[in-house]
């Protein structure tokens, strides 16, 4: 089945970074589109207009806003919700996270807790709130974005790794459940991309270190957003029809070289 052509996503996260790009591709392949995010506006102050207004002018397809924090599963439920309108949610995208590092030694309750309430609690519930939809009807496709970080450890980055490992997990015991309902569940492990996250939050694209992890990639560039978007693409159409249950790594070759 295809999952995109005559059906509607929702992309958690949607309105800035990589979560912006899957929803124009989204779009490109068919789907209407439901970006759920905390803020309507992109993160990166040059993307002027809001996704769904761009899905709209750019593409055949339909899109909203939805004020979304992934946190909060009945915001989530309410974001997976709107799809009904769509004909209802047979591609889900559980992109939105955040990103910090920090000596072990040092992370707070407070800062563990609302990182994994982000990443791993929006993720689960996030998927919960589609399968049931999808479950229902006619199958459907889940897209989790982990990291390379959750492939393998990284000095100063326990939190975010132990969530995003988290998710990997998570995506191969929901594709052991929800397969045989005719689910696929899938995870993107994507390697440095060139958005607020890293340039941002944690400024590794752009500094020193960025030069260095630069030397480790053997494509010898960064990834644009539209990297992960075509991996996310694939999940979700009739061309992944028959993965289920995998990780694929979009990082140069970073990770296994
Ligand atoms: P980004 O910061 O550019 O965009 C993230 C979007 O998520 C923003 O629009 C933000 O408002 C939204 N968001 C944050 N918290 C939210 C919440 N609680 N509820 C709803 N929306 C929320 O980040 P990005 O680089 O596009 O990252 C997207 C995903 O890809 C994340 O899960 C990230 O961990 C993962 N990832 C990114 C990279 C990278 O190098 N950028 C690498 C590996 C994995």
Redesign the pocket.
Known sequence: ADFLDDGAAVV??G?????RAISLAYADAGADVVV????RE??DPEEDVPTAELVEAETDQSAVFVE????DPSDTEAAVAAADDFGGVTAMVN?????RGGDFLDVSEEDFQSLLD??LK?TFFGAQAAAERMVAGDGGAIVN?S???GLRGSAGFATYCAS?GAVRLLTYSLAAELGPQGVRVNAIH????D????TE?VPIIGSESGEQYLDGIPLGRFAD?GDIADAAVYLASAAGDYVNGESITVDGGMTNT
């Open positions: 958690t996260g309105s800035s970074g990589i979560g759920a995010d905390l803020q992109s993160r979304c924090d992934v946190s992109n939105a996270g955040v990103f982000v990443n929006g974005l990291s390379v970080a995003k994507p390697g440095l991309v958005t607020a996250m890293t939050d957003t």
